[in-house]
Every structure is written in C-alpha cells, then in structure tokens.
C-alpha cells in the first residue's frame, strides 16, 4: 500500500516509517517540522536504504495537502501528526485544538475526495483518564483531564461520526501507552525540545550529565514502591502495531479500537533500577512533590489486539533501557 504518514519525521513516526518500509509499503511523510528535524528522515533513508518522499507541509493546510493528494494518490492514512505536550497544552490551549483537530478534519475531507478509505490515529491511554479499574480495556470508560488529552477524545469522536456517514471506510484508533526506547541501529530516537517533560529522556539525559538529577514526582501514591506506574513499550513494538493494524483494516473491518501497550506496569524506581544496570553506574534521583494531574497506576489489557491482529510486544524492559541509552549515547545533542 502507499501511506501518506504525517507526522513521519517525529519520534513515532520515523520508527512506524521503518517498519513500514520492511512490510514492503511505500511511504510518503508530510511533517512541518515544528517538533522534529529533517535529519530524521535522512537517518530513515541510511537504515532503510531507500529514498523517501517528504513533504514539509502543515496537515491543516487544505489546499496544500489537496496538492500532495493529487500527485500522490495514496492507499492509506497514519496520521501521527499532533502536538502531544500535556503542560503544554493547559498553557497555550487553543493552539492544541486548532492543530490536533483542524488537522484530522483536512485529513478526513481528503480522504473522502480522493476515496483513501484506510485510517490509523494515534491515540493514548490518556484517553482512560484516572482508571477506575485495572489492566485497561478498551472499553473503559473514557474522560480527560487537559487540552491535550480532550484533543484525543475530540478526534476519537469525530472518527466514529465520520464512520457513521461513511461505513466503507477503515479506521483504526490506536491508544497507546508509554512509547519509550528506540531502533537499535541507534540512529533515530526520541530527542525533545529543551528540558524533556516525560520519564525518560529525562533519565538519559541525567546519565550523560546533561541534567544533574531526576526528580521523582511523588513517593506516597498506592502503589508497590509510592511512585507511578506506567505500561512503558519499546517504541518499534509500537511501530509494528501500526503494521498489523493496516493489516486488519485490508480486510474491510470497518472501525477498531485498539490498545498498545505490554500489559505490564513499572514503577518510577523500576525504571530508575534497569536503566542504572544499563548505564552501569547509579542514576542521582530525588523524592519530591506529586506532578498535578499525575494518576498513580496505568497498564492496558492487551488482549484485544493480540486477539485480533496479533499484536504482542516483543521487547521487555531491558531491552527498552539498552535501546535508549544507546540513542542518547551515541547522539547526545539528539539530531542536531
Ligand atoms: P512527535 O512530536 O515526535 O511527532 C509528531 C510530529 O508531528 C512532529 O514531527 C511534528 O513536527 C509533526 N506535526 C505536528 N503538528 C503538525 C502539523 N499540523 N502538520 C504537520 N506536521 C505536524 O510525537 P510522537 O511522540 O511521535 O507522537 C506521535 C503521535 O502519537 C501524536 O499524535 C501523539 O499525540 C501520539 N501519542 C504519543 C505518545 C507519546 O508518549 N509519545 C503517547 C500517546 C500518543
Ligand atoms: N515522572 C517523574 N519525573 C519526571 C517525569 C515523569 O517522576 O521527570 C513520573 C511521572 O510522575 C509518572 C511517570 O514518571 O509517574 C511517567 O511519566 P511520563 O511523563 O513519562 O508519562 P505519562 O504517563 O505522564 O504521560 C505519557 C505522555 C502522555 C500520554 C501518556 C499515555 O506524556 O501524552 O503517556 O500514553 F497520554
């Protein structure tokens, strides 16, 4: 299939690229490189062997992806593109919903003009909010606690309309949990703008020095050790979901929901152990406050998917450490 991939430089995309190239789909990326570099797409082609067509593009501009469209004629959508920052998002709200959801909408009324009928949105588990219970079903209920998340419930909405008033579709809604890691060619991963807000890159730049200590956000949640639990995947685990998930949509599934994730919750200072027994030396951390927003414990049921696409994930959490040290290691001013 060809498959237009925005979003396609950042740090999801350029790994789902890779495995998409090696299941022998061709690919086109359209990023406006507001939070990825150019170098990643270049660092696709190196492992890849293969030229890639990319566009530097703003998915919400209609009458500029209608051109890309027309040349291209595309089987298939993966629409990654988005921003995904959630203090970012009760700062500077607007920006999130004019880009996550004008975005989708250009998308959709293209895809309906020029009949592309396959969809894949990344979605999140942020979508599940603070679970009632656990592991996560797909049919949890749902609510959001910021832009961000309520972006995502948004579009999750908007796809299930769009399907109501256009059942020969496909659409695929992936809610994934914690992606981190990265290829372990070492030469594409995860490389944030500034001070990362997330676990962690923030880890891996603490073991290069970068950052002097992690801050442990919070200690006193009920959880085995006090800090947070999350379902941490390994970001190509990830990556081949997209595949499987394209996968089911060629035999005409209509829409699908899907978790994923590993099923497998690690708290704050399991993550601190395997990636101190990676870098081989202690990583420097400190309890304090609670993050506002946080939820104590997170891990999907990833039943569904392996039912039904066959989807398991292949790396534990060591490898998800080696991975991503490797990265920083070897790139420790990210693309740049
Ligand atoms: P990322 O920021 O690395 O990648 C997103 C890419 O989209 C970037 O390259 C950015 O330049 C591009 N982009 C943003 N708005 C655009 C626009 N209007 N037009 C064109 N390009 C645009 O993020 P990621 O971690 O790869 O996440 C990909 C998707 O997965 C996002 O939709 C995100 O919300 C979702 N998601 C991510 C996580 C996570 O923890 N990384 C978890 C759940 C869901
Ligand atoms: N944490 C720290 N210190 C830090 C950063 C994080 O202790 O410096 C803790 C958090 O409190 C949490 C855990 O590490 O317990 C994971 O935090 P992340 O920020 O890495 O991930 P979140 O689960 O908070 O959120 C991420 C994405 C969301 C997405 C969600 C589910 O940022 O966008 O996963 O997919 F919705």
């Known amino acids: 299939m060809k498959i237009l991939v925005t979003g396609g430089a ?16 061709e690919i086109v990326i359209v990023d406006n490189l507001s939070n990825a570099k150019y170098e990643a797409v ?34 298939g959508i993966i629409h990654f593109a988005g921003l995904k920052s959630v203090p970012e998002s009760v700062k ?3 920006q999130y919903y004019a880009n996550n959801i004008n975005s989708t909408l250009v998308l959709l009324e293209l895809a309906k003009k020029y009949h592309v009928k396959n969809f894949v949105f990344s979605s999140s588990a942020t979508v599940y909010g603070n679970p009632q219970t656990l592991p ?22 908007i796809l299930q309309d769009f399907y109501t008033c256009n059942p020969t579709f496909n ?9 981190i890691g990265a290829h372990p060619s070492g030469l594409i991963g995860e490389d944030p703008n ?9 880890v891996t730049q603490v073991a290069i020095k970068k950052l002097p200590y992690l801050k442990v956000n919070g200690n006193d949640y009920p959880t085995k050790d006090g800090t947070g639990i999350r379902d941490y995947i390994h970001v190509c685990d990830l990556a081949r979901g997209h595949v499987l998930a394209l996968n089911k949509l060629k035999t005409n599934c209509g829409l699908v929901i899907y978790n994923l994730g590993t099923g497998t ?72």
Request: with cysteine; glycine share 6%.
């Open 136 to 157: 996560i079903t797909e049919d949890s209920p749902l609510s959001a606690t910021n832009p961000y998340g309520r972006t995502k419930l948004f579009i999750e909405s």
């Open 171 to 179: 659409i695929a809604i992936l809610r994934y949990f914690n992606p």
């Open 10 to 25: 950042g740090y999801i995309g350029t790994h789902t690229c890779i495995e998409l190239i090696q299941a022998n789909d």
């Open 92 to 94: 500077i709200p607007l």
């Open 194 to 202: 500034g001070i990362p807000n997330n676990l962690v890159p923030y």
């Open 265 to 336: 919750g690690y708290s704050v200072l399991e993550i601190i152990h395997a990636f101190s027994k990676v870098v081989g030396f202690d990583i420097p951390y400190q309890i304090v406050a609670r993050r506002p927003g946080d939820i104590a414990t997170c891990y999907a049921d990833p039943t569904k998917a392996y039912q039904e696409i066959g989807f398991k994930a292949k790396y534990n959490l060591n490898d998800m450490a080696r991975d991503a040290w490797n990265w920083q290691k070897k790139n420790p001013k990210g693309y740049e």
């Open 42 to 75: 270049k660092r696709i082609e190196q492992i890849t062997e293969t030229k890639i067509p990319f566009y530097q593009m703003d998915v919400c501009n209609y009458n500029g992806m209608e051109q890309i469209f027309k040349e291209e004629k595309f089987d």
